[in-house]
């Protein structure tokens, strides 16, 4: 058949093919835009980190290595970036337990108030984060507790939680219930079952909700601004310098935290890939 | 003797609500309460003589409407510009979803990846970036000017037309993911079999794909829409006075005016705008199916 269409090939006009061969590959060619749009700022923002642009970092003025070596160079800069991993990592630790707490709850058990708890589960992302931001501000306020680093953590908890729930939940619908029926049935009680088969089961899960939760809360401005009070955190940084030009030094962080990010994807689809093909 | 009966009928209670019960006591107590108090915050008013930001309790529902009233421009700028983003958005990921779906192959799992990626690098760098690229200085505008495309006055920053394009650019993996999860569950013999009843490739995809594909398009475009009719940083790095949203007057009622229960009630407005739309949307859309 492909033969046949091949030696039809030649007799057809050049334009004829080429209008063909655009509409066989115009889903590629769209799709080919589309990821240019989605890294056209990524590649900006990474092409800036290497400008010698002094304090405001708006035009090209040349290359430079500086603000990679020097990257605490601008003021203030470090000690967001060290408030903002220090939030998201308490942030990622409480919401991936109790989240993981919830998920195991709802995705196991049938109990009375099921459907509520997903309901509670999905209200908190059906609500805009300046709500959230705005509603916890006032409940602080109200309890004269000053917005701050605790508060700023407590906010991150309650958006962070519904992901965590959502990501673990999809994971344990996904397992074979045969394989912990089989451990039961090689006399394994229930706590030894959950621990040496649900749990590694599901770790993978876990661990993708507890990425995605500190990737949520690094990059959270709206209700970090709502209840951080004085404290910075990197995006409050860049919120408030972006008025007078960002310092280069917030490229670099950006596209470090990019490549980071990027490696431990990667990383963890090629051990997802190896353990696959051991199994 | 309370205690021992209480862990008495704790050891009664079945193992799931207390799995749930830290979580729930969490959400309870820094989720609901604290609307529960911004509603309650809503209704209140200046003391008489007393200083900027102190209110008492008074039950005036007519905030509401006052602020309503006064602000609604904006709301309805935010309803509109985050229609046309998701609606920008979706006609974007679309394509981008089926082609990861149906046309990648091996690189499937790679230009998922990459779908994500941009995410990584803080949403606030990426915004700039696009004022930047969008501004007098960056590689957009002098091309347009120099072939006329765009006038000498015309500016691509600071328009409501940036702040779309920003929205749109912010949320699209929020489209992207959920689409692309429900084109990938679609059995392509399904679209073979419509081929094969000779339908040609726009009654398979409107008879056939799209319907299949409906869980992943309401799921992509709440996912868009709501952050996006809450958003006020878009609007505030790329827009103009004039472009302002409903967020921007929330947050500077908040910290600038000091008037809360403006700031209260229209982010109560807001939130019951959303869920009514939301709800009417899936009713519409007909999926029970949530996320």
Same mark, same amino acid.
């Given at each position: 058949?492909?033969?046949?269409?091949?030696?039809?090939?030649?007799?057809?006009?050049?334009?004829?093919?080429?209008?063909?061969?655009?509409?066989?590959?115009?889903?590629?060619?769209?799709?080919?835009?589309?990821?240019?749009?989605?890294?056209?700022?990524?590649?900006?923002?990474?092409?800036?980190?290497?400008?010698?642009?002094?304090?405001?970092?708006?035009?090209?003025?040349?290359?430079?290595?500086?603000?990679?070596?020097?990257?605490?160079?601008?003021?203030?800069?470090?000690?967001?970036?060290?408030?903002?991993?220090?939030?998201?990592?308490?942030?990622?630790?409480?919401?991936?337990?109790?989240?993981?707490?919830?998920?195991?709850?709802?995705?196991?058990?049938?109990?009375?108030?099921?459907?509520?708890?997903?309901?509670?589960?999905? =209200?908190?992302?059906?609500?805009?984060?300046?709500?959230?931001?705005?509603?916890?501000?006032?409940?602080?306020?109200?309890?004269?507790?000053?917005?701050?680093?605790?508060?700023?953590?407590?906010?991150?908890? @309650?958006?962070?939680?519904?992901?965590?729930?959502?990501?673990?939940?999809?994971?344990?619908?996904?397992?074979?219930?045969?394989? /912990?029926?089989?451990?039961?049935?090689?006399?394994?009680?229930?706590?030894?079952?959950?621990?040496?088969?649900?749990?590694?089961?599901?770790?993978?899960?876990?661990?993708?909700?507890?990425?995605?939760?500190?990737?949520?809360?690094?990059?959270?401005?709206?209700?970090?601004?709502?209840?951080? #009070?004085?404290?910075?955190?990197?995006?409050?940084?860049?919120? @408030? +310098?972006?008025?007078?030009?960002?310092?280069?030094?917030?490229?670099?962080?950006?596209?470090?935290?990019?490549?980071?990010?990027?490696?431990?994807?990667?990383?963890?689809?090629?051990?997802?890939?190896?353990?696959?093909?051991?199994? | 003797?309370?205690?021992?009966?209480?862990?008495?009928? =704790?050891?009664?209670?079945?193992?799931?609500?207390?799995?749930?019960?830290?979580?729930?006591?969490?959400?309870?107590?820094?989720?609901?309460?604290?609307?529960?108090?911004?509603?309650?915050?809503?209704?209140?008013?200046?003391?008489?003589?007393?200083?900027?930001?102190?209110?008492?309790?008074?039950?005036?529902?007519?905030?509401?409407?006052?602020?309503?009233? /006064?602000?609604?421009?904006?709301?309805?700028?935010?309803?509109?510009?985050?229609?046309?983003?998701?609606?920008?958005?979706?006609?974007?990921?679309?394509?981008?979803?089926?082609?990861?779906?149906?046309?990648?192959?091996?690189?499937?799992?790679?230009?998922?990846?990459?779908?994500?990626?941009?995410?990584?690098?803080?949403?606030?760098?990426?915004?700039?970036?696009?004022?930047?690229?969008?501004?007098?200085? #960056?590689?957009?505008?002098?091309?347009?000017?120099?072939?006329?495309?765009?006038?000498?006055?015309?500016?691509?920053?600071?328009?409501?037309?940036?702040?779309?394009?920003?929205?749109?650019?912010?949320?699209?993996?929020?489209?992207?993911?959920?689409?692309?999860?429900?084109?990938?569950?679609?059995?392509?013999?399904?679209?073979?079999? +419509?081929?094969?009843?000779?339908?040609?490739?726009?009654?398979?995809?409107?008879?056939?794909?799209?319907?299949?594909?409906?869980?992943?398009?309401?799921?992509?475009?709440?996912?868009?829409?709501?952050?996006?009719?809450?958003?006020?940083?878009?609007?505030?790095?790329?827009?103009?006075?004039?472009?302002?949203?409903?967020?921007?007057?929330?947050?500077?009622?908040?910290?600038?005016?000091?008037?809360?229960?403006?700031?209260?009630?229209?982010?109560?407005?807001?939130?019951?705008?959303?869920?009514?739309?939301?709800?009417?949307?899936?009713?519409?859309?007909?999926?029970?199916?949530?996320?």
């Amino acid at each position: 058949m492909t033969k046949v269409k091949d030696a039809t090939i030649p007799t057809i006009p050049v334009q004829a093919r080429l209008s063909r061969w655009f509409g066989r590959n115009l889903i590629r060619i769209y799709a080919f835009f589309g990821f240019t749009y989605l890294f056209i700022p990524v590649a900006y923002t990474f092409a800036f980190s290497f400008n010698d642009s002094g304090k405001s970092n708006l035009i090209w003025k040349g290359f430079t290595l500086k603000n990679w070596q020097n990257p605490c160079g601008a003021p203030e800069i470090c000690t967001a970036l060290g408030n903002s991993i220090k939030i998201g990592l308490i942030a990622t630790i409480f919401s991936t337990i109790l989240g993981t707490m919830i998920a195991f709850a709802i995705g196991r058990y049938a109990f009375k108030g099921r459907s509520t708890s997903n309901l509670l589960i999905f =209200l908190p992302m059906a609500t805009p984060e300046i709500v959230l931001g705005a509603s916890l501000l006032s409940l602080f306020l109200v309890f004269q507790i000053n917005p701050g680093f605790w508060p700023t953590v407590i906010a991150h908890v @309650v958006f962070c939680v519904s992901f965590v729930v959502v990501t673990v939940k999809a994971r344990i619908a996904s397992l074979d219930p045969r394989l /912990e029926q089989a451990a039961m049935d090689l006399y394994a009680n229930e706590f030894q079952t959950f621990r040496r088969v649900t749990l590694p089961l599901v770790a993978p899960g876990i661990a993708a909700a507890a990425l995605l939760a500190f990737s949520l809360s690094f990059d959270d401005f709206i209700i970090t601004n709502f209840n951080s #009070g004085t404290l910075t955190t990197f995006p409050k940084f860049v919120y @408030v +310098s972006a008025a007078r030009g960002i310092p280069a030094q917030a490229n670099v962080i950006g596209s470090a935290m990019f490549f980071l990010a990027l490696a431990i994807v990667i990383a963890g689809q090629l051990i997802s890939k190896k353990t696959k093909v051991t199994k | 003797m309370i205690l021992m009966r209480m862990s008495k009928a =704790l050891s009664k209670v079945k193992l799931p609500y207390l799995l749930l019960l830290p979580g729930f006591l969490f959400l309870f107590t820094f989720f609901i309460l604290p609307i529960l108090n911004l509603a309650q915050t809503s209704t209140q008013t200046p003391i008489a003589g007393g200083d900027t930001g102190e209110y008492e309790q008074t039950l005036r529902f007519a905030n509401y409407i006052d602020a309503f009233i /006064e602000n609604r421009e904006q709301f309805a700028r935010s309803f509109i510009f985050a229609i046309c983003a998701t609606l920008l958005a979706l006609a974007i990921a679309y394509p981008l979803a089926y082609a990861i779906a149906f046309k990648a192959g091996r690189f499937k799992n790679i230009l998922l990846v990459l779908i994500i990626a941009p995410f990584f690098t803080s949403f606030l760098l990426r915004t700039v970036a696009w004022k930047q690229i969008l501004g007098e200085e #960056g590689f957009v505008v002098p091309p347009l000017r120099t072939f006329g495309i765009i006038g000498e006055s015309t500016t691509l920053t600071s328009t409501s037309f940036a702040v779309v394009i920003g929205m749109t650019y912010n949320f699209l993996p929020f489209m992207t993911l959920p689409l692309y999860a429900s084109l990938e569950r679609i059995d392509p013999r399904t679209m073979e079999a +419509s081929g094969d009843l000779y339908a040609n490739g726009i009654t398979t995809f409107r008879r056939v794909t799209l319907p299949l594909s409906m869980p992943g398009v309401v799921a992509g475009t709440l996912l868009t829409f709501i952050p996006a009719a809450g958003d006020y940083v878009n609007a505030a790095i790329l827009g103009n006075p004039n472009s302002k949203m409903l967020g921007n007057v929330i947050e500077s009622r908040f910290f600038k005016i000091v008037d809360y229960p403006t700031a209260a009630a229209l982010s109560f407005t807001l939130m019951a705008a959303i869920l009514i739309l939301v709800t009417l949307y899936i009713r519409k859309a007909g999926t029970e199916e949530l996320v």
